[in-house]
Nanobody
Framework: QAQLVESGGNLVQAGGSLRLSCVAS??????MGWFRQGSGKEREFVAA????????YYADSVKGRFTISRDNAKNTVYLQMNSLKPEDTAVYYC??????????????????WGQGTQVTVSS
């Protein structure tokens, strides 16, 4: 059974950094993504990566600050978050799908989800 398990969320001051991890198991995926959902907000796309090529895609709000990467040997996807802002505060979710366009940002096209990890950025 496919499973995604996130870790790495924490409380950090504005300007700080965090690295989130997502371990995938149970099957192979074509595209991995990170989404986030702030309190009272809709879930929004953050970044995605294609497992085979490593091609990445980012939301404009995080471009230049966040980096998504993967370690194929460990079946793990990372989200390095730098220059964090209070508005980055949210529950961050790892997601996966078999294939498709990496630039499709809708959460509806992702088939598998992790349980989420809380990131809180204090001002």
């Amino acid at each position: 059974q496919a499973q995604l398990v996130e870790s790495g969320g924490n409380l950090v001051q504005a300007g700080g950094s965090l690295r989130l991890s997502c371990v995938a198991s149970g099957r192979t995926f074509g595209i991995m993504g990170w989404f986030r959902q702030g309190s009272g907000k809709e879930r929004e796309f953050v970044a995605a990566i294609r497992w085979t090529s490593g091609i990445t895609y980012y939301a404009d709000s995080v471009k230049g600050r966040f980096t998504i990467s993967r370690d194929n040997a460990k079946n793990t996807v990372y989200l390095q978050m730098n220059s964090l802002k209070p508005e980055d505060t949210a529950v961050y979710y790892c997601a996966a799908k078999g294939d498709g366009f990496i630039s499709t940002t809708s959460a509806a096209v992702y088939d598998y989800w992790g349980q989420g990890t809380q990131v809180t950025v204090s001002s």
